[in-house]
């Protein structure tokens, strides 16, 4: 059973430009979740998405960020106009239970270490 | 706010003695705890989850104590080995998110 893939493993952008971040999520597994770990700091939950649904975008800025899961296919960070401050790990997880479970266990990606010139 | 706190931040220790990590962390309404290792570069490693209803987990060297009243975990890793240099971060679970420690930075020579 492989586990959760994300891609690209590093991604190099130039500041205005378009950052699309891919999650494959562990077979079985319907929740995805993507965390930011900014340089120097811990890793802070950004959403919390199902198929199709996006149950909890708390922790997304609320400009230039936007997340899917769709039906068929990887679930997508997206990040447009990317700036400087942008510039971190950004890690997915996934689940085979909802979220809200003390039986909830995640299971990460190797991340994507995005890098805004 | 879940506040998350790991002492200390960074530990190095000989090879063969035995690792206590702390976690606390100041809101008990949680759903459970993880303990994580991350690899410089590398993504995060599940190693031990405790539900909110237990007190302790155990894995091969690795045991996990959870005092949910008090708000604090612990991680004992027996028997170091330079394998088990990594960041170990703690993590609880509540609302669908998990709120993640700074972690500690655990180097053990041989």
């Known amino acids: 059973n492989a586990g959760v893939m994300q891609n690209p493993r590093h991604l190099v952008r130039r500041r205005g430009q378009e950052a699309r971040l891919r999650c494959s999520p562990m077979?079985?597994?319907?929740?995805v979740y993507w965390y930011r770990q900014l340089p120097e700091e811990g890793l802070k939950f950004m959403v919390y998405l199902q198929k199709e649904n996006i149950i909890d975008e708390s922790g997304m800025p609320k400009e230039r960020f936007s997340a899917e899961f769709p039906k068929e296919g990887p679930s997508i960070l997206r990040i447009q106009q990317v700036v400087r401050g942008d510039s971190a790990a950004y890690f997915c997880?996934?689940?085979?239970?909802?979220?809200?479970?003390?039986?909830?266990?995640?299971?990460f990606g190797p991340g994507t270490r995005l890098t805004v010139l | 706010k879940q506040e998350v706190t790991q002492i200390p931040a960074a530990l190095s220790v000989p090879e063969g003695e035995n690792l206590v990590l702390n976690c606390s962390f100041t809101d008990s309404a949680i759903y459970n705890l993880q303990w994580f290792r991350q690899d410089p570069g590398k993504g995060l490693t599940s190693l031990l989850l405790i539900q909110s209803s237990q007190r302790e987990q155990t894995s091969g060297r690795l045991n996990a104590s959870l005092d949910k009243s008090s708000g604090r975990s612990t991680l004992y890793i027996a028997a170091s080995q330079p394998g088990d240099s990594a960041t170990y971060l703690c993590?609880?679970?509540?609302?669908?998110?998990?709120?993640f420690g700074a972690g500690t930075t655990v180097t053990v020579r041989a």
């Open positions: 077979k079985g597994h319907s929740h």
């Open positions: 997880a996934s689940s085979p239970i909802e979220g809200g479970s003390s039986y909830n266990e995640q299971f």
């Open positions: 993590a609880v679970l509540r609302d669908y998110k998990l709120s």
